[in-house]
């Protein structure tokens, strides 16, 4: 509407749907109400798409607060967080936020070469782990293979 607004040769050599708006552009407010129109127009698609997306995520919810596997790793992170914070004021803690999980994969060991979410992901191999968490998030792994999850995830901050 703008370009159209701001042309100002013969509106004969406009095309038909240019000229249709150039009729447009004297009704009050026309820019927002075209916006409308277009937003009204997708509306429902819109809907639909949210609706799949939270329903994929209730599901992926559902199954982390579920996860005795995910429970185990997260108390073994914390264990870890606890042994590299002995000495200190933050030793002993009960709890971390999710947060910190960030830098787990940015934190070296005093090797100064291996991080720590290396060094929790070696331990849960040699634990004969491998491989044990994924298949209690079926949704996750569809999720990601489509795609969706992350367009989910980080549309709620949740990575």
Request: proline content about 3%.
């Amino acid at each position: 509407i703008h370009s159209i607004k701001n042309y100002k040769g013969d509106d004969s050599k406009l095309t038909p749907v240019a000229q249709f708006f150039r009729e447009l552009i004297p009704i009050k407010c026309i820019e927002d109400k075209v916006q409308v129109m277009k937003i009204m127009a997708t509306f429902e698609e819109q809907v639909e798409e949210a609706r799949v997306s939270f329903k994929a995520l209730q599901e992926v919810c559902a199954q982390v607060t579920k996860s005795e596997k995910l429970a185990q790793i997260l108390h073994y992170v914390l264990n870890v967080g606890n042994i590299m914070n002995a000495g200190t004021i933050n030793r002993g803690v009960e709890a971390f936020k999710f947060e910190s999980l960030l830098r787990l994969s940015q934190t070296k060991s005093a090797d100064g070469k291996t991080m720590v979410l290396d060094y929790i992901v070696k331990t849960h191999i040699e634990e004969g782990q491998a491989g044990s968490l994924m298949p209690k998030f079926p949704n996750i792994q569809v999720r990601l293979r489509n795609g969706d999850l992350c367009f989910i995830v980080h549309r709620f901050a949740f990575c």
